[in-house]
């Protein structure tokens, strides 16, 4: 459910938002910053697939020692597939069948996996099923974490969330799915903050230094206490990647 990666000796490491299905895009954002296979990681929100028509060479881009992710509700609208009578979160309908939850993700973008054969389908199945919901990563002092949607409000630190995301399924789908985090801060249907009046102060989860999401499209990266979402891929038509040490700097902002 969460993977640790110690520091990075020899090169950078870069976080960015939801790719979905966009290969071309990616390749063109590593080549923006000089990005160096040998030695520098990139790190994804999720979302690799559905969108772009390139998913399926998303997928197999995981087999690399420089490329990770964290699992998105995309990709877990393609494991429903398979693993019907799920969890969702109550502002969903609960799926009962395989059909239905065929239909939620082909009417989401996953109408290409349609076309593969089984033996494939269940390949690209087995490689997104081992996806983390979390990632963790130690950059020189601090701990920065990735979670997709959000660690949801219930929880005040890292290490609760992470019991949690071990154990209970509609904690597993409030990671994958919710945006009552960024909410309270930004009116994501206008994209735009709310007023001061209507903002809640901003919160702190302890434990990390810093988490990162993507799944809800902003313009710019969007700041509440600790917690930054860069998912602007499709705000700015263009992938970015992120390093650490700037997505480290919006917390630093946030804290004068």
């Not at 999720?46 to 964290?70: C, H, M, P, T």
């Not at 230094?209 to 809800?216: I, N, Q």
């Amino acid at each position: 459910m969460i993977s640790i990666f110690p520091q990075n000796p020899n090169g950078r490491d870069f976080v960015t938002g939801d790719l979905h299905g966009n290969l071309d895009g990616l390749l063109l954002a590593m080549e923006k910053v000089a990005f160096d296979q040998s030695k520098d990681r990139l790190f994804a929100l999720g979302d690799l697939i559905d969108g772009a028509e390139q998913s399926r060479a998303l997928i197999e881009k995981l087999e690399n020692d420089w490329f990770f992710s964290v699992r998105g509700n995309h990709e877990q609208m393609l494991l429903d597939r398979f693993d019907a009578l799920i969890y969702k979160p109550p502002s969903m309908p609960q799926l009962q069948t395989q059909e239905e939850a065929c239909q939620s993700h082909r009417k989401n973008g996953g109408a290409w996996f349609d076309a593969l054969d089984e033996d494939l389908q269940t390949q690209l199945y087995q490689k997104l099923s081992k996806l983390p919901l979390a990632i963790e990563i130690e950059y020189g002092a601090h701990r920065v974490g990735l979670v997709h949607a959000e660690v949801p409000e219930q929880f005040s630190s890292w290490y609760e969330f992470i019991l949690a995301v071990k154990e209970r399924p509609d904690v597993r789908e409030q990671s994958l799915w919710n945006r009552l985090a960024i909410e309270s801060v930004y009116h994501v249907a206008e994209d735009r903050f709310w007023e001061s009046e209507f903002t809640d102060a901003p919160r702190w989860v302890a434990g990390i230094d810093l988490l990162v999401h993507g799944h809800t499209p902003v313009p710019a990266p969007v700041v509440c206490g600790n917690q930054v979402w860069i998912d602007i891929a499709y705000a700015q038509d263009s992938i970015r990647f992120f390093e650490i040490s700037e997505l480290l700097k919006y917390k630093a902002f946030n804290q004068q």
